[in-house]
């Protein structure tokens, strides 16, 4: 059987693959669609027609941005992945794995991890088979890479319930314009500020928790340990990092007139990435274009979607497109491994 499963990872890495490359392509060909002419061009034309036709529609909206705008939204970028690698990081230090395992051999699950999930959706499930197939490889067990992967997604909900707090507090009105699109955002200042008080309490009494050192939880032969004080002081430097990192990308590619300054893109996009997460929609598409046209209205649509288009080059598809080479190469290391585990056949006599 464990034989059988050596070969069967690395085939499952190449559907995957072969997989995630159809879905890069058609992510392209969606953002170029919302332009009705080019809909119109791709609906008549043929694979390679249609791959020029995709470059030049996305070229075209992205060329209006000025190229500081995009420096920006690079180092953006390369500081939420960074924080993201540091997910994993703080993860195996709760666990006590972190020792043997080096920062590059983290960065390069944690990317290829969020890459995938970020596009694909089911974050949990399709960032828990990377991580299991990457960490069991360093010595993990099963149940370790659970809690990993548990801790992680706490982390990035933690930064999330944090930053949205304090944008509630500071800046409250930025659900009133949701209140078109559901009557769950249609209450008053006072309300959204006390919400964004009772998120900073959550985070006060978990913090509490770490500091008195609340006892394991055991559930049968499962034992769940509170992480310590050091563990939640990394997690509110890190969470708020990547956060704050996607966010800069959609600021910085926006234009200055009517930009209603970085809390309120930040709480725009807290909303709808959250609201695209849950709903499981690959990309927050649509989601995300709904709710900064509703919380910015004093931008072009344009400019909206062209920030937003920014954001998933940078965010999704370029690193989609970069982790399929690191998959590739380390299936390829795997299965080496197992055809050089394979025991030599008995000479005859």
């Known amino acids: 059987m464990k034989r059988l499963l050596d070969f069967f990872w690395p085939v499952l890495g190449l559907v995957a693959v072969v997989w995630s490359v159809r ?15 080019i809909a119109k061009i791709l609906q008549e034309g043929g694979l390679w027609s249609d791959i020029k036709t995709v470059a030049a529609g996305i070229g075209h909206k992205l060329a209006g941005i000025p ?16 924080a993201l690698a540091w997910y994993d990081r703080i993860a195996l230090a709760h666990l006590n794995k972190s ?25 949990v499930f399709s960032g828990g088979m990377v991580r299991l197939r990457a960490y069991t490889a ?22 999330t319930i944090l930053l949205l707090g304090i944008v509630l507090v500071y800046e409250p009105h930025i659900l009133a314009p949701l ?7 249609t209450i008053s200042e006072t309300s959204a500020r006390l919400i964004g008080v009772a998120m900073l309490a959550f985070c006060a009494l978990y913090t509490i928790g770490a500091w008195r050192g609340f006892k394991p ?56 990435f959250s609201a695209g997460l849950l709903s499981q929609v690959p990309g927050g598409v649509g989601v995300m274009e709904a709710v900064f ?31 399929l080479p690191i998959i590739l190469l380390f299936e390829k290391s795997q299965l080496g491994k197992a055809t050089q585990d394979q025991p030599t056949p008995a000479s005859g006599p």
């Open 217 to 272: 939880l055991k559930i049968k032969s499962f034992e769940f340990v509170y992480p310590s004080m050091p563990i939640v002081l990394r997690q509110y430097v890190a969470a708020p990092m990547e956060l704050i990192g996607a966010a800069g990308i959609i600021y910085f590619a926006l234009p200055a007139e009517g930009n209603p300054g970085f809390m309120v893109v930040l709480g725009a996009f807290l909303l709808s």
């Open 67 to 82: 190229v500081e705008s995009y420096l920006m939204a690079g180092v953006s970028t390369l500081v939420a992945y960074w």
């Open 99 to 123: 020792s043997g395992i080096s920062w590059a051999y983290v960065a390069c699950c944690s990317f290829v991890t969020y890459a995938l999930s970020h596009n694909i959706g089911a974050s």
């Open 293 to 323: 046209l509703a919380v910015m209205p004093g931008i072009p649509a344009s400019s909206v979607f062209a920030a937003l288009l920014v954001w998933r080059l940078f965010y999704l598809i370029i690193p989609l497109a970069l982790s």
């Open 179 to 185: 209140g078109k699109m559901s009557h769950w955002f």
């Open 138 to 159: 360093k010595g993990l067990t099963a149940a370790e890479v659970a809690v990993l992967v548990a801790l992680c997604s706490f982390t990035f909900g933690f930064g």
């Open 23 to 37: 879905l890069l392509y058609s992510k392209l060909v969606a953002e170029a669609a919302t332009d009705p002419a």
